[in-house]
């Protein structure tokens, strides 16, 4: 993994990384009380910052948080960062937790002043036979907790599942819940059917993916089917094609599931078109 670049934002002004600081009674240290955006940034300009900035506003609401900015102050703390570190193509992580008070408490303290932190990180661009092959992806059940829709710094069950994935060979566990499809452990799966573009609906159950909507807004440029509808699991394992999406992945092609081929073992035609699509829709946008 590349080294993240060298300028951050903590509380409330850019310094340095290596010396960043915050308080070890941290609420996002001790209990994970704090959630987050991966944001890309193509060209110098944040890609899709409405969506970030909506869910980012939604994540907070569910903590009981209130958004410590207006939604043109993020743009802006955001943008200044990316420009100090350089601009081009990067990735922008920002967190926002809930602070700091004496000790642990279980109950909600009121008045705490938010950590807000953000760095930037060089772009991981997709490496080439990820694109001329695909992933190798395994299925997993969902050990997650409820509220899935929300973006919460509390990652160890997606890490686990990850980390299950990574041991096995495989790019990303693809998670079922109740024989459905629910999403991967850190991005959302598209299945082709007959032709159509199917994703699972929003719920508590998955996180709504930005991505997803470039990846619908792209179908309809091709005037692609596409519908939101449960995935049971037989639909995932006879699909033609399977898609993961996420903000730093863009979409890639899953060829293999459970080590059995999706569709031809190749990525798939629609797949093709809608990559190609993406690539010029995130420098237009
Ligand atoms: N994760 N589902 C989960 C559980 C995720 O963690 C992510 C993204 C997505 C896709 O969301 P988006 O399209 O907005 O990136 C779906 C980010 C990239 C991460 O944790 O690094």
């Not at 600081?21 to 193509?42: A, K």
């Not at 900035?53 to 743009?75: G, H, K, N, V």
């Not at 036979?129 to 160890?156: N, Y």
């Not at 930005?210 to 509808?229: E, F, N, P, Q």
Request: proline content about 5%; aromatic content about 8%.
């Amino acid at each position: 993994m590349a080294q993240p670049y060298p300028h951050c934002f903590l509380e409330g002004r850019q310094q340095a990384l290596a010396d960043a600081r915050i308080s070890p009674l941290d609420r996002s240290f001790l209990f994970g009380d704090g959630v987050y955006e991966v944001i890309p940034v193509y060209d110098g300009r944040l890609f899709r910052f409405a969506a970030h900035a909506e869910r980012l506003a939604r994540s907070l609401a569910a903590l009981q948080m209130i958004d410590p900015y207006s939604r043109e102050q993020w743009r802006q703390i955001l943008e200044d960062l990316v420009t100090v570190n350089g601009g081009g193509d990067q990735s922008v992580y920002v967190q926002v937790s809930r602070g700091h008070e004496a000790g642990r408490n279980h109950i909600l303290p009121l008045k705490l002043t938010p950590t807000v932190f953000a760095y930037c990180a060089p772009w991981p661009t997709t490496d080439s036979a990820v694109l001329r092959d695909g992933v190798r992806c395994i299925t997993l059940q969902d050990t997650r907790w409820a509220r899935c829709d929300i973006k919460s710094v509390a990652l160890l069950a997606n890490i686990l599942l990850r980390q299950q994935a990574t041991e096995a060979g495989a790019t990303e566990a693809i998670l079922l819940r109740d024989g459905r499809l629910t999403e991967g452990s850190a991005s959302t799966v598209h299945v082709v059917l007959d032709g159509e573009i199917i994703t699972p609906p929003n719920s508590h159950r998955i996180l709504p993916g930005t991505t997803r909507g470039v990846v619908i807004d792209c179908a309809d440029a091709l005037k692609l089917a596409h519908r939101t509808a449960e995935v049971s699991e037989s639909q995932l394992r006879s699909a033609d094609e399977i898609w993961l999406a996420s903000a730093t992945r863009e979409v890639q092609a899953v060829t293999l599931l459970d080590n059995q081929p999706v569709g031809t073992g190749q990525p798939g035609a629609l797949w093709q078109r809608v990559y190609a699509r993406y690539q010029t829709y995130k420098r237009e946008s």
